[in-house]
């Protein structure tokens, strides 16, 4: 037996191993998670067809069209509102160019060498606003709309779902606690989406409407980018607020833009940053703490869509290493407190009672217990 501190020390070095295995391969790891979290998702759409008695075919048809509808109406909306800034943008050239010249003679008078600045910000044209938000959205949208091999995944994952709970059922017997952890981690998932997209939608039909209000062109672009941003933990909102702040500039002056981030702050920090994390860890069992590291270990290891992925990332590392075993459920409580119950790993029925013989005794793998 292996003293306790070697453990520690080759437990850690395989997972600097795994991890850096994971970041050097993020380009196949994310899509393939993305679609694990998709397929997580829409499964209980896929029970609720095979319990009304649907065959199996159509109720993988009906999975793999869900799916798919909703990626493609997410990646057109996209493509779309990047289309018609990009078609915007023009029209700004002059005030941009203005501004810029505003901002060079400003700072020369706090001292600062005018030629120098202008020479320093001559590459920052309207195409460089446009490239960032290009940027912003390029992780999903890349791994949403332009992806083949997501796709594929996501094919075969829906097809698989379809069985999947026999599967699990038949391996309930000899590893419970190894299903119990992975009903835990899709239920855990399943709740994380629901509450997000929930909040997600409050945030931006907010956004929307005060951008709306406050006249900043493509105010329903920003609202989706809110939507999208609030699956980001914690700093969601300031990713999204660049965008339309830095059109408010544009458009009215230092005062608009002003308008804008204070109304973002008000309504996009208490929903975002207040309200939603205290839910969201009520309900998986994470603190903001660790949600908000989640965001800086998973951005850092598989990118943008490692940051939208953050907390599902962290439950599924979360059920595969510490629910999996007895023994080291006890972190779940530095982690965020009472973790949620895990459902029980047979479904919404209770595992059914060991076989009892007439002399009053059950049969337990091997042991008799004296029944009371």
């Not at 804008?260 to 996009?268: D, E, F, M, R, S």
Request: charged share 15%.
């Amino acid at each position: 037996m292996l003293p306790r501190g070697v453990l520690v020390l080759l437990g850690t070095a395989c997972l600097v191993v795994v991890v850096g295995g994971m970041r050097a391969v993020a380009e196949l790891v994310g899509p393939v998670f993305l679609a694990l979290m998709l397929t997580v998702t829409v499964s209980p759409l896929t029970g609720w067809l095979r319990r009304r008695g649907a065959p199996v075919w159509l109720a993988a048809t009906v999975t793999i069209v869900t799916v798919y509808l909703g990626l493609f109406a997410l990646g057109g909306a996209l493509a779309v509102s990047l289309g018609r800034l990009i078609d915007l943008l023009p029209e700004y050239q002059d005030k941009f160019a203005n501004l810029r010249d505003d901002l060079a003679t400003g700072l020369g008078g706090l001292g600062v060498d005018v030629e120098q600045m202008r020479s320093a910000m001559s590459g920052l044209e309207p195409g460089t606003f446009a490239r960032f938000v290009e940027a912003l959205f390029g992780g999903l949208a890349g791994a949403v709309g332009n992806s083949l091999f997501l796709l594929a995944v996501l094919l075969f994952m829906c097809l698989d779902a379809v069985d999947f709970p026999a599967r699990m059922a038949a391996a309930v017997t000899d590893r419970p606690q190894v299903v119990t952890a992975l009903h835990t981690f899709a239920a855990g998932t399943r709740r994380y989406l629901l509450i997000t997209t929930v909040f997600g939608l409050i945030v931006a039909a907010f956004d929307t409407a005060l951008l709306w209000w406050l006249g900043i062109p493509l105010p329903l672009l920003w609202g989706l980018l809110s939507f999208i941003t609030n699956y980001i933990p914690n700093i969601g909102f300031i990713i999204g607020v660049i965008p339309p702040a830095l059109l408010g500039l544009l458009e009215g002056g230092p005062e608009l833009m002003l308008w804008v981030i204070a109304l973002y702050c008000v309504v996009n920090f208490i929903i975002q940053s207040v309200i939603q994390p205290k839910i969201v860890g009520d309900e998986v069992g994470l603190s903001a703490t660790v949600t908000f590291l989640s965001l800086i270990f998973w951005g850092w290891v598989l990118g943008a869509l490692g940051a939208l992925l953050a907390i599902p990332l962290t439950l599924f590392a979360k059920g595969l290493l510490i629910d999996i075993d007895p023994s080291t459920r006890w972190v779940n409580s530095l982690l965020g407190g009472a973790a949620p119950e895990p459902p029980s790993p047979a479904g919404d029925e209770a595992p059914p009672s060991p076989p009892a013989d007439d002399d009053g005794h059950d049969h337990v793998h091997g042991m008799e217990v004296r029944r009371s």
